[in-house]
């Protein structure tokens, strides 16, 4: 399936329901320190409910740990500035989907890291700012899982 990896995430929230998407999805969740919260959060338990234990979390000390677990070949960086929209992409099965943090998005040498294949945007507003992160990997995931007929999915 597809995987999902939050570089320094910092909101409890945004990564409770991104376990939750996870577990929903059968994507992979692969969380980069630092964390800007801990894994007894009461926010990020009651976010993700009771889909913890179904959801496959990663927690990698370093982004080079996290490419050296992950062995990708490709890696979409999800960025407002990005060079294409991410409905123009062919996802395949063990893709990376990247997101940045909550506050500041994916710093340039993330965008930039000779692991990333591609700089996909999501399309908003003009003069806005950012989609909250959880609902992007969202967005991404489901048009991911959907060009494969979200295959293992009940209807």
Known sequence: MFRILFYTPEIPGNTGNAI???????AELHLV???????????????GLDYHDL??????????????????ER?????????QAYTEIAY???DVLLFGPESVGLPEEVKHDPHVTARLRLPMRPSLRSLNLANSASIAIYEAWRQHGFAGAQF
């Open 92 to 94: 395949a099965p063990g």
């Open 75 to 83: 890696v979409y960086a999800f960025t407002s500035d990005g060079e």
């Open 20 to 26: 939750r998407l996870a577990a929903i999805t059968g």
């Open 33 to 47: 320190e630092p964390l800007g919260f801990s894994f007894d959060d009461a926010k990020l338990r009651r976010a």
């Open 55 to 72: 959801a496959v979390v990663h927690v990698h000390k370093s982004l080079q740990a996290a490419w050296d677990a992950l062995q990708p």
